[in-house]
């Protein structure tokens, strides 16, 4: 595109699997490919001495190097205590992720010709993804020297893509089970209006369990044929390489009856072959999981009045399992439509890149032509600028850029996109019995962005300060062991309040997820906004130290 209009690359930073894509001069998303021609990298990281290989060298690295390979870093994203260890230094999934991103990031620009920066990025994370999760994902980004524009949920992006295609109005429903996440979200699609309603799903459920169940089975095959005492599954070399043909095996299975396996170990061969009645009874209860999971999430949206839905549409590798599509008719009594599995949510989040980028050019051109009452262009509010103004403005655009938006793309500007919590967020109080429970203020499924206020009272008299402990919840559930901790805001308190003095919380969650806490000592009427800190996430001057220090380090 020209000079005017910065893109945006969309980037799927999947549990298995990563994917970059931009959208031309005609509108369409397009994937770029890596160094390998490759449209999808393998999310996983071998630490290779001084330098560090991304992708399928790494994947196959690890039957012969596990300890130095590390897949799946996403189910740890936000988790302060998941740290790889290699040669005495400590990475965390966020430096792990950085990697990734700079590899599909840096192939990227090699594809497209080496002479494009790619520095602007909307990466996608699981709409189960809750504060930290989503933060650490964005730190991953500005890790990788990257300005994160927007952190947008998979089933949204999945959606932005489809819509783009499918004009129509209509309620769809989107089931996405990828390597590691599974995400079931009902997005209802409407002229220039893309909202989230429910969304539900379970972020350790993924292929890799699939594959998981398979390597089981081949080991029980092989104890059963060699009768050894010796187990397969405790030779780290071993259990890797049955994790990479489980997964090959599990893809044979979507188009073939049975999948041909060997079992080596402590100089024994077995050969096993898997029959895909057997791999489909040995993971009903995965596939049950999806279906409970999916019931749990329809009943929400019935709640908020949606009875039906038009669609299913199927993202996610693992969704190309024959009996994921059998299980779906089934149970709904709908046909799923495959939409575009492996790249559909690069491709949307590329679009929202789009938008984002039209939407800043929009803003300025409504500056200065003073077709809006502000001169600075940040705080122009698009909801409030008229279709004709818009419409001049996307012309005036047009006309620099020298060749037409689609009308899909023109429309994208004014798309409204709303999204939904996926988790509750609450403060642990004392109930009457002195019991701690979770109360919550913003619950899940609620529209962001949101805030509430909730009047609490200390606890004891003369206390100096009160620890405001969040906790996020996925069911819910009032007992702090079902939640989650988020974080600690601590408000002091001047001396001699008596017990039981009022102090009024608030919470707001901005659009993009991000939580802030306000509290308030109603006797002294002074409100004073606490510092937040959430316990799993990095500080912007920790991330810009880290990222120094990472970028050192080569990545290929
Ligand atoms: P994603 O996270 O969407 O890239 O999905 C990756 C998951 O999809 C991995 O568990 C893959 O093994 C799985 N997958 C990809 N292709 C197939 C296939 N043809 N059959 C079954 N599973 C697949």
Same mark, same amino acid.
């Given at each position: 595109?020209?000079?005017?209009?910065?893109?945006?690359?969309?980037?799927?930073?999947?549990?298995?699997?990563?994917?970059?894509?931009?959208?031309?001069?005609?509108? @369409?998303?397009? $994937?770029?490919?890596?160094?390998?021609?490759?449209?999808?990298?393998?999310?996983?990281?071998?630490?290779?001495?001084?330098?560090?290989?991304?992708?399928?060298?790494? +994947?196959?690295?690890?039957? *012969?190097?596990?300890?130095?390979?590390?897949?799946?870093? +996403?189910?740890?994203?936000g988790?302060?205590?998941?740290?790889?260890?290699?040669?005495?230094? $400590?990475?965390?999934?966020?430096?792990?992720?950085?990697?990734?991103?700079?590899? /599909?990031?840096?192939?990227?620009?090699?594809?497209?010709?080496?002479?494009?920066?790619?520095?602007?990025?909307?990466?996608?994370?699981?709409?189960y993804f809750g504060t930290d999760e989503r933060?650490?994902?964005?730190?991953?980004?500005?890790?990788?020297?990257?300005?994160?524009?927007?952190?947008?949920?998979?089933?949204?992006?999945?959606?932005?893509?489809?819509?783009?295609?499918?004009?129509?109005?209509?309620?769809?429903?989107?089931?996405?089970?990828?390597?590691?996440?599974?995400? /079931?979200?009902?997005?209802?699609?409407?002229?220039?209006?893309?909202?989230?309603?429910?969304?539900?799903?379970?972020?350790?459920?993924?292929?890799?369990?699939?594959?998981?169940?398979? *390597?089981?089975?081949?080991?029980?095959?092989?104890?059963?044929?060699?009768? &050894?005492?010796?187990?397969?599954?405790?030779?780290?070399?071993?259990?890797?390489? &049955?994790?990479?043909?489980?997964?090959?095996?599990?893809?044979?299975?979507?188009?073939?009856?049975?999948? !041909?396996?060997?079992?080596?170990?402590?100089?024994?061969?077995?050969?096993?072959?898997?029959? @895909?009645?057997?791999?489909?009874?040995?993971?009903?209860?995965?596939?049950?999981?999806?279906?409970?999971?999916?019931?749990?999430?329809?009943?929400?949206?019935?709640?908020?009045?949606?009875?039906?839905?038009?669609?299913?549409?199927?993202?996610?590798?693992?969704?190309?399992?024959?009996?994921?599509?059998?299980?779906?008719?089934?149970?709904?009594?709908?046909?799923?439509?495959?939409?575009?599995?492996?790249?559909?949510?690069?491709?949307?989040?590329?679009?929202?890149?789009?938008?984002?980028?039209?939407?800043?050019?929009?803003?300025?051109?409504?500056?200065?032509?003073?077709?809006?009452?502000?001169?600075?262009? /940040?705080?122009?509010?698009?909801?409030?600028?008229?279709?004709?103004?818009?419409?001049?403005?996307?012309?005036?655009?047009?006309?620099?850029?020298?060749?037409?938006?689609?009308?899909?793309?023109?429309?994208?500007?004014?798309?409204?996109?709303?999204?939904?919590?996926s988790k509750?967020l609450?403060?642990?109080?004392?109930?009457?019995?002195?019991?701690?429970?979770?109360?919550? &203020?913003? !619950?899940?499924?609620?529209?962001?962005?949101?805030?509430?206020?909730?009047?609490?009272?200390?606890?004891?008299?003369?206390?100096?300060?009160?620890?405001?402990?969040?906790?996020a919840?996925?069911?819910?559930?009032?007992?702090?062991?079902?939640?989650k901790?988020v974080?600690?805001?601590?408000?002091?308190?001047?001396?001699?309040?008596?017990?039981?003095?009022?102090?009024?919380?608030?919470?707001?969650?901005?659009?993009?997820g991000?939580?802030?806490?306000?509290?308030?000592?109603?006797?002294?009427?002074?409100?004073?906004?606490?510092?937040?800190?959430?316990?799993?996430?990095?500080?912007?001057?920790?991330?810009?130290?880290?990222?120094?220090?990472?970028?050192?380090?080569?990545?290929?």
């Open positions: 595109m020209s000079d005017g209009l910065k893109r945006v690359y969309g980037i799927d930073l999947g549990t298995t699997y990563s994917a970059i894509a931009y959208v031309d001069e005609h509108g @369409k998303p397009v $994937v770029v490919p890596n160094q390998e021609s490759e449209r999808i990298t393998p999310s996983v990281v071998l630490f290779d001495g001084e330098s560090i290989i991304v992708g399928n060298t790494a +994947k196959e690295a690890a039957k *012969v190097e596990p300890h130095r390979v590390v897949s799946r870093v +996403k189910q740890h994203m988790d302060a205590q998941f740290v790889f260890e290699y040669e005495g230094q $400590v990475f965390s999934p966020e430096d792990i992720s950085s990697f990734i991103l700079r590899k /599909v990031v840096g192939d990227a620009e090699v594809a497209l010709g080496g002479e494009e920066k790619i520095t602007d990025v909307v990466i996608t994370c699981p709409a933060e650490a994902t964005a730190n991953a980004g500005r890790l990788a020297g990257l300005n994160v524009r927007a952190i947008l949920n998979e089933p949204t992006a999945a959606a932005v893509a489809y819509g783009l295609e499918h004009g129509e109005d209509q309620v769809v429903m989107v089931y996405d089970l990828g390597g590691g996440t599974f995400d /079931v979200t009902m997005i209802e699609i409407k002229d220039r209006l893309i909202r989230v309603i429910c969304t539900g799903g379970d972020h350790r459920l993924g292929g890799a369990l699939w594959d998981e169940a398979i *390597v089981m089975a081949l080991a029980e095959s092989f104890r059963q044929q060699t009768g &050894l005492d010796s187990d397969p599954l405790d030779d780290a070399e071993v259990l890797n390489d &049955l994790f990479l043909q489980a997964e090959r095996g599990k893809k044979t299975l979507s188009q073939r009856d049975k999948a !041909p396996f060997r079992v080596t170990h402590a100089g024994h061969q077995a050969r096993v072959e898997l029959e @895909k009645g057997h791999f489909e009874e040995i993971t009903k209860h995965l596939l049950d999981r999806t279906v409970q999971l999916t019931r749990e999430m329809l009943n929400d949206a019935r709640v908020k009045g949606y009875n039906r839905f038009d669609k299913i549409i199927l993202v996610g590798g693992a969704t190309r399992m024959s009996q994921v599509r059998n299980r779906l008719v089934a149970e709904f009594e709908t046909e799923p439509e495959s939409y575009d599995p492996d790249e559909a949510v690069a491709k949307g989040a590329a679009l929202y890149g789009l938008k984002e980028s039209l939407e800043d050019e929009v803003r300025q051109r409504l500056a200065l032509s003073g077709l809006s009452d502000d001169d600075d262009s /940040v705080n122009i509010d698009l909801a409030a600028v008229s279709q004709e103004d818009m419409e001049i403005a996307l012309d005036k655009i047009e006309r620099e850029l020298g060749y037409t938006l689609t009308g899909p793309v023109r429309e994208l500007v004014s798309t409204q996109i709303v999204n939904v919590l509750s609450g403060v642990v109080a004392k109930d009457e019995n002195n019991r701690e429970v979770v109360v919550t &203020l913003l !619950p899940r499924n609620g529209e962001v962005p949101m805030e509430t206020t909730s009047d609490f009272g200390t606890d004891l008299a003369n206390q100096q300060g009160v620890d405001i402990r969040v906790m919840g996925e069911r819910d559930s009032t007992e702090p062991g079902d939640c901790d974080g600690i805001a601590t408000l002091n308190l001047p001396a001699s309040l008596p017990a039981r003095s009022p102090i009024r919380i608030k919470f707001a969650i901005s659009k993009d991000r939580l802030s806490v306000t509290a308030t000592d109603l006797t002294g009427g002074a409100s004073i906004a606490v510092e937040f800190e959430t316990e799993a996430v990095m500080k912007p001057e920790q991330v810009e130290e880290r990222s120094a220090a990472l970028r050192l380090i080569s990545v290929s």
